[in-house]
């Protein structure tokens, strides 16, 4: 590309673009990222690990590392912790509580408890806008 920039004369036909690049080549292709994102957007809660179950031989060596990189970085779909709709629900059933009802409840501002185990659901969803 920067041979082209520097000589605007040439023939395009006399530059290769599918020059080989250097580094090491890419694990999975195209189309295998193509179809991780088809089935992470059908299914958002799906692990990577149950995605690589989902489709042995497509992602047949390739690590759940990598396939966790593709999906946040080069897909564009993080991982986030499925918080939001939990809280909006909180909200929408306790909205008309008055304030003697308020009084009942343990608040917990400076201290964490923990009665149960914690046991989170990751949720991927496509970033809107990518810069």
């Excluded at 920067?2 to 890419?26: D, V």
């Amino acid at each position: 590309m920067r041979l082209m920039a520097a000589s605007p004369n040439l023939p395009t036909t006399t530059i290769s673009q599918y020059k080989r690049r250097c580094g090491r080549p890419r694990k999975t292709t195209k189309l295998t990222d193509h179809l991780l994102k088809i089935a992470m957007t059908r299914n958002p809660r799906l692990t990577t690990k149950g995605l690589k179950n989902m489709y042995p031989k497509l992602v047949a060596g390739v690590a759940v590392q990598t396939i966790q990189h593709r999906l946040q970085h080069h897909l564009a779909t993080p991982s986030s912790v499925a918080t939001l709709k939990p809280r909006i629900d909180f909200a929408l059933a306790h909205k008309n509580w008055t304030v003697d009802d308020w009084k009942h409840v343990l608040w917990s501002d400076e201290s964490t408890f923990q009665f149960v185990a914690n046991h989170r659901v990751h949720v991927r969803r496509p970033i809107l806008y990518v810069p």
